[in-house]
C-alpha cells in the first residue's frame, strides 16, 4: 500500500527538514519553500494533507491552504507557527482552518503525529490517539445525571492527585465542560436547550456524558464525550475568538470553552455533527512545551 | 524772666523810697540830692539789667528756635527715606517759617507751636505706618512659621557649636523627640544618621566660606523604617557674616521608591516591545534547532551519528531548550495579560504560595507567617499572579538561606538555623508583607540591580535572571510596590498592596 503524501511548506529550511524527517517514516513528504513553489508542482492534488507555515514571503499560509482547498477540496490543511496561535484564530476561522500545530521547543512529535494521523484517516476521536506509548487508563465514567456529574468531577480530581503533585486549575475546566455537556449539548426538536442550567436533571435514555482519565510519562489528559454532536467548529472558533480580542469580556456564553483553553495545557475538540462531541483536556506533568498554545479543532 | 522780675521789684522800691524822701520835709535838701543821684543810679542799673536780660532771653529764644527747626530738618530727613531728601528739602526750602525768623516773641511762640504740630503729625503717621508693618511683619512670621512647620523635610538652625537655635515640627518627629526637648541641643546628637556622613564638617565648611553644602546622601533609621534624606547647609548672615547656618533634611524616600519603579517600568517596557518581536522571530529557529536535535537522537542510525555525535547533539538539545526557558520568561513578562481581581485576605495566598515551592532542602527551612494580630489583611488582587510573586520571592530566600547553611557546614560553624519569616501588617494605606530571611544578604552594590530583567548571580541554566522582573510588573499591575533592603544578616523583600477602598470590588 502506497504511503499518504503530505506537503511541507515553510520557508525555514530547517523546519522543513526536521519536519520530513520524522514524517518520513510513515508518509510519503515533499518540501516547498513559499506558496508559489507549492502551487507550481505537477502534481499537487496527489497530497493527502498539506502542512504550511503561516508567515510567508508571498502568499502567507492561509491564503496558500484556501486555495489549495479550491483547486482540491479533499486535501486536508494543516497551518504550523511560531507565532502566538491566538493571533490567528480570526485568520483560522475566515479561511476555514481549525488546526494550528505550535512549533514548541522541544517539538512536540506526539502532537505532531496525533494531528496529522487524525487529518489524513479521519480517526478524530479517542484521547490515547494523543498519549506516549505508555498510556494507561485510569477510570472511566459514564454521567447520567447532574448527581452523576458532580460525584465524578470530584473523583477526577481525586484520582489524578494519586499520580500527580497538582491538578492546577483542572477542576475550573471539568466545572466548565461537564456543565456544557450537561445543560447545554442537549437540544430539543426545535433546537433549544432541554435542560436549565444548574438544575437538578437526570439525562434522557439515549443521552450520557462519557469521561475517562488517561496518564502517561509525560501528562495526563481527561476527555469529556457527549453523544449530542451540537457543537459546530466555527462557534468554537467564534467563541474563542471573541473572547481573545475582549469582544464577549461580559458574555458569559462561550466563555467556559475560551477559559478551558486558556487554564488547560492543551484543549482539543472533536466533533462528529449529530453524533458526537468530544473535549479532551491534557496537562503535562512538568514545565515542558512551553510556547503558544496549538488549535485543535476537527469536524467531521 | 525771673532776675527780671528782681529788677523791677528793685527800680520800683528805689521809686517808693525816693519819692517818700522827696514828699518828706524833715529831709535834709543835700539827702535829697544825693538820694536822687542814688535813685537814678538805681534806675541806670536796672534799666541795663533789664536789657541785658532782654538780650539774652532773646539769644535763647533764637537759638532754641534754630535749634528746632534744625531738628525738625533732620527729623525729616532721617524718617524720609534717603530717595526722598531731595524734595522734602525743597519743601522745607520754600517754608519761609523755616527760612525766616519771626520779629515777634508771639510770632516765635507761633512757629514752636506750628512746628511742634508738624512733628507730632510726623510722629504719628510714621507710629501708624511702623503699627501696620509690624502687623505685617507678624503676619509674615506666623506663615513662615506655619510654612517651617508644615514641610515633611526636617529643618533646623544651628550656631556654630551645632546646638539647635530654631527647628521644625518634621525635624524633630525625625529625631524621635520633643520638639521643645531638642532647643539648645547639639543637632548631631539627635539627627539619626548625621554623624555617619560628618555633618559638622559641613556645618563648618559653611560657617566658614559661607558656600552652601547639597545633595549629601543621609540613610537613617528612625523608629522601625529606614528613612531616605538628602542632606544640606544653608548659611544665615548677620552683618556680612555667618552667624547660623540651617540644616536641610529633604525626605526623598518615596521619591526613592517611585523613582525606582519608575526605572524599572520604563526598563520593562522597552523590554516588552522589543521581546515579542525577538522572542517569536527566536522561537522559529529555536524550534527548528530543537526538532532537527531531537528526530537525530531518536533516528541516530539515519544519519550516520557515532555514540559521540550523539552525546553533542543532546547538548545542542539542552541548549535550545534552555534558550526556550528564557524566552518563555521573557514573553511572560511582556505579554499583557488580563488580571482578574478579587478583594481577599492575603494570608491564605502567602500560605498556598509556601506549599508551592519546590527547592531542594525547603523543608529544613523554619517558615512562618506573622499577621498583624487584629488589622484586616484583604488585598485587590488577581490571586494566581500574587502567588507568582510569593513563589518567586520564598523560592530566593529558601535558596539563599539553604546558600548560607551550607557555607556555614562547609566552614565548621554550627548553629545557624535556616529561617524564613513572612510578616503582614498595615502601614498607611498599605498592607505589607515583608519576606525576611537570613540567608547570604544581597551585597550593596548588587542591590541596586536586583529587579533588572537579566540580572542574577546564580550559575547559567539555573535561572533566567527575570523572575524578580516579572514580580515587579506582576506589583506594578496591582498599583502596588515591590522593594528590598539587606544587611549582613537579614533580606526583607517588601511586598506592598494598596488597601482596596471602601466599596470596592
Do not use: W
Not at chain 1, 478524530?124 to 447532574?146: G, N, T
Not at chain 1, 483542572?170 to 437540544?187: F, G, Q, R, W
Not at chain 2, 513662615?144 to 518627629?173: H, K, P, Q, S
Amino acid at each position: 500500500m502506497n504511503k499518504p503524501k503530505i506537503l511541507i511548506v515553510d520557508d525555514e529550511k530547517i523546519i522543513r527538514e526536521m519536519l520530513a524527517d520524522h514524517l518520513d517514516e510513515h508518509y510519503e513528504t515533499e518540501k516547498a519553500a513559499n506558496a508559489k513553489e507549492a502551487l507550481a508542482l505537477p502534481h499537487l492534488a496527489h497530497f493527502n494533507l498539506v502542512i504550511s507555515d503561516i508567515n510567508m514571503p508571498g502568499l502567507s499560509g492561509p491564503e496558500l491552504l484556501r486555495e489549495i482547498k479550491s483547486r482540491h477540496p479533499g486535501i486536508k490543511v494543516v497551518l504550523i507557527t511560531a507565532y502566538n496561535v491566538d493571533d490567528y484564530v480570526r485568520c483560522a476561522k475566515e479561511y476555514g482552518v481549525c488546526n494550528i500545530i505550535s512549533k514548541t521547543v522541544p517539538f512536540n512529535y506526539t502532537e505532531l503525529d496525533a494531528v496529522v494521523h487524525g487529518l489524513i484517516t479521519e480517526e478524530i476521536f479517542d484521547i490515547e490517539r494523543y498519549m506516549e506509548k505508555d498510556v494507561r487508563v485510569l477510570r472511566e465514567y459514564v454521567i447520567r445525571s447532574s448527581s452523576d456529574a458532580k460525584e465524578v468531577r470530584e473523583n477526577v480530581l481525586k484520582t489524578l492527585l494519586d499520580y500527580v503533585k497538582n491538578t492546577g486549575e483542572l477542576k475550573l475546566v471539568l466545572d466548565e465542560i461537564v456543565t456544557n455537556a450537561l445543560y447545554h449539548s442537549p437540544k430539543d426538536e426545535y433546537g433549544n436547550e432541554k435542560y436549565e442550567e444548574f438544575s437538578e436533571i437526570t439525562l434522557a435514555e439515549n443521552e450520557y456524558i462519557y469521561v475517562k482519565i488517561v496518564l502517561d510519562n509525560e501528562k495526563y489528559g481527561v476527555s469529556i464525550v457527549d453523544n449530542q454532536g451540537n457543537l459546530s467548529k466555527d462557534i468554537v472558533l467564534y467563541k474563542i475568538d471573541r473572547h481573545i480580542k475582549g469582544e464577549g469580556i461580559l458574555d458569559d456564553s462561550g466563555r467556559g470553552i475560551f477559559m478551558s483553553r486558556i487554564f488547560a495545557d492543551r484543549l482539543i475538540i472533536n466533533i462528529a455533527p449529530k453524533r458526537k462531541t468530544e473535549f479532551l483536556i491534557l496537562n503535562y506533568r512538568n514545565e515542558k512545551y512551553k510556547g503558544f498554545k496549538p488549535l485543535y479543532i476537527n469536524e467531521l | 524772666m525771673g532776675s527780671d522780675k528782681k529788677q523791677y521789684v528793685i527800680a520800683g522800691a528805689a521809686t517808693v523810697v525816693f519819692t517818700a524822701m522827696a514828699l518828706l520835709p524833715s529831709v535834709p535838701p543835700a539827702a535829697k540830692a544825693a538820694g536822687a543821684g542814688l535813685f537814678l543810679g538805681v534806675l541806670v542799673y536796672c534799666y541795663k539789667a533789664v536789657k541785658k536780660s532782654h538780650a539774652e532771653f532773646e539769644k535763647t529764644v533764637i537759638s532754641f528756635h534754630d535749634l528746632l527747626t534744625e531738628s525738625f530738618t533732620t527729623l525729616l530727613r532721617e524718617i524720609t527715606g534717603p530717595e526722598n531728601v531731595q524734595s522734602v528739602l525743597e519743601v522745607l526750602e520754600e517754608q519761609p517759617l523755616l527760612s525766616r525768623r519771626p520779629a515777634t516773641l508771639a510770632g516765635y511762640l507761633d512757629h514752636y507751636r506750628s512746628l511742634f504740630n508738624k512733628q507730632k503729625n510726623i510722629f504719628n503717621e510714621k507710629n501708624r505706618q511702623i503699627r501696620f508693618l509690624n502687623e505685617r511683619i507678624l503676619f509674615s512670621k506666623q506663615q513662615l512659621e506655619a510654612v517651617f512647620d508644615a514641610l515633611t523635610d526636617g529643618l533646623c538652625i544651628v550656631d556654630e557649636y551645632m546646638r539647635i537655635f530654631r527647628l521644625n515640627r518634621a525635624y524633630a518627629r525625625y529625631a524621635n523627640h520633643e520638639l521643645k526637648h531638642l532647643l539648645g541641643k547639639n543637632s548631631h546628637e539627635f539627627f539619626p544618621g548625621t554623624k555617619r556622613i560628618h555633618a559638622d564638617q559641613h556645618v563648618n565648611k559653611t560657617f566658614q566660606t559661607g558656600e552652601p553644602v547639597s545633595g549629601i546622601k543621609l540613610d537613617s533609621v528612625v523608629g522601625d523604617s529606614k528613612l531616605f534624606f538628602e542632606y544640606g547647609t544653608f548659611p544665615i548672615y548677620k552683618d556680612s557674616r555667618v552667624v547660623y547656618v540651617l540644616e536641610h533634611f529633604r525626605n526623598v524616600t518615596n521619591e526613592r521608591k517611585i523613582n525606582e519603579q519608575l526605572i524599572r517600568s520604563s526598563n520593562l517596557a522597552t523590554i516588552g516591545t522589543m521581546i515579542t518581536g525577538i522572542a517569536h522571530e527566536m522561537n522559529n529557529p529555536l524550534s527548528g534547532i530543537s526538532g532537527c536535535a531531537t528526530n537525530m537522537v531518536q533516528m541516530a542510525k539515519n544519519y550516520g551519528l557515532n555514540d559521540k555525535g550523539i552525546e553533542r547533539i543532546k547538548d545542542i538539545l539542552d541548549c535550545a531548550n534552555r534558550a526556550e526557558v528564557i524566552l518563555k520568561d521573557l514573553l511572560d513578562l511582556s505579554r499583557k495579560r488580563e488580571i482578574q481581581f478579587v478583594i481577599t485576605s492575603v494570608v491564605p495566598i502567602i500560605e498556598k504560595s509556601m506549599q508551592s515551592i519546590h527547592v531542594q532542602g525547603y523543608k529544613s527551612v523554619k517558615k512562618t507567617i506573622e499577621p498583624q494580630p487584629g488589622v484586616s489583611n484583604l488585598i485587590n488582587c488577581d490571586p494566581p499572579r500574587i502567588m507568582q510573586v510569593f513563589i518567586n520571592v520564598i523560592a530566593n530566600a529558601t535558596l539563599s538561606v539553604l546558600e548560607k547553611a551550607a557555607v556555614s557546614e562547609a566552614a565548621g560553624a554550627s548553629g545557624y538555623a535556616p529561617e524564613i519569616r513572612i510578616e503582614v501588617k498595615r502601614e498607611g494605606n498599605y498592607i505589607v508583607a515583608m519576606v525576611i530571611d537570613n540567608g547570604m544578604g544581597i551585597p550593596a552594590d548588587k542591590m541596586p540591580y536586583v529587579f533588572d530583567p537579566f540580572f542574577t548571580t546564580r550559575s547559567p541554566g539555573e535561572g533566567t535572571g527575570l523572575g524578580l522582573s516579572i514580580c515587579s510588573k506582576i506589583m506594578m499591575e496591582h498599583n502596588g510596590r515591590i522593594s528590598a533592603e539587606s544587611d549582613a544578616d537579614h533580606t526583607v523583600f517588601f511586598l506592598e498592596f494598596p488597601v482596596p477602598a471602601r466599596g470596592q470590588g
